[in-house]
T-cell receptor, first 112, second 114 residues
Framework: GNSVTQMEGPVTLSEEAFLTINCTYT??????LFWYVQYPGEGLQLLLK?????DKGSNKGFEATYRKETTSFHLEKGSVQVSDSAVYFC???????????FGTGTSLTVIP | DTGVSQDPRHKITKRGQNVTFRCDPI?????LYWYRQTLGQGPEFLTY????????KSRLLSDRFSAERPKGSFSTLEIQRTEQGDSAMYLC????????????FGSGTRLTVV
């Protein structure tokens, strides 16, 4: 079946530190991969996506590369800011495109 | 485009009562989805509609849950005879079709069953 495994949090970093949040997946066929972000009291917002192997999604300084050989989609940012504090969810959509499968989320706190 | 709206934002109810939530999708989006998110977990798929047709339901959607989307516009999710285990954030999302284009999520309805 389809599933996503995410690095457990919480993660606490100092401002300007390098961020990596690991995500691996199990899927049949050729899924699309996503990172969503959830700020306190808000819904989920799409951060970036990749629809095929070796694609790199990027947005707001965040990047993730779809690695089929390692079934991974790790999220990285070179220099985090306090405003990046949120919960980050890795997700995949299956071939049917009818639903998402989410990881459990990783809480990030960036301190000044 | 005002985004996806959900109402109410918060609902506290006594065990055994019925509750109904509403979702207004982005107007030109033909697909509408319901997800449930419990504390510390990622959202879990419940059901989705294409226009007014309910095309898929998760096994999580027990017979106490029912969702409708009359006329293919807004949707309601009703939970009958609520249980404490129903306490969660209920998220609605809409899309113009095709997940590669991504969803737009609402802010959710937080249900607490006491």
């Amino acid at each position: 079946g389809n599933s996503v495994t995410q690095m457990e949090g919480p993660v606490t970093l100092s401002e300007e530190a390098f961020l990596t949040i690991n995500c691996t997946y199990t899927a049949t066929g050729y899924p699309s991969l996503f990172w969503y972000v959830q700020y306190p009291g808000e819904g989920l917002q799409l951060l970036l996506k990749a629809t095929k192997a070796d694609d790199k999604g990027s947005n707001k300084g965040f990047e993730a590369t779809y690695r089929k050989e390692t079934t991974s989609f790790h999220l990285e940012k070179g220099s985090v800011q306090v405003s990046d504090s949120a919960v980050y969810f890795c997700a995949l959509s299956d071939n049917t495109g009818n639903q998402f499968y989410f990881g459990t989320g990783t809480s990030l706190t960036v301190i000044p | 485009d005002t985004g996806v709206s959900q109402d109410p934002r918060h609902k506290i109810t006594k065990r055994g009562q019925n509750v109904t939530f509403r979702c207004d999708p982005i107007s030109e989006h033909n697909r509408l989805y319901w997800y449930r998110q419990t504390l510390g977990q990622g959202p879990e798929f419940l059901t989705y509609f294409q226009n007014e047709a309910q095309l898929e339901k998760s096994r999580l959607l027990s017979d106490r849950f029912s969702a409708e989307r009359p006329k293919g516009s807004f949707s309601t999710l009703e939970i009958q005879r609520t249980e404490q285990g129903d306490s969660a954030m209920y998220l609605c999302a809409s899309s113009p079709g095709g997940l590669a284009r991504g969803y737009t999520f609402g802010s959710g309805t937080r249900l607490t069953v006491v």
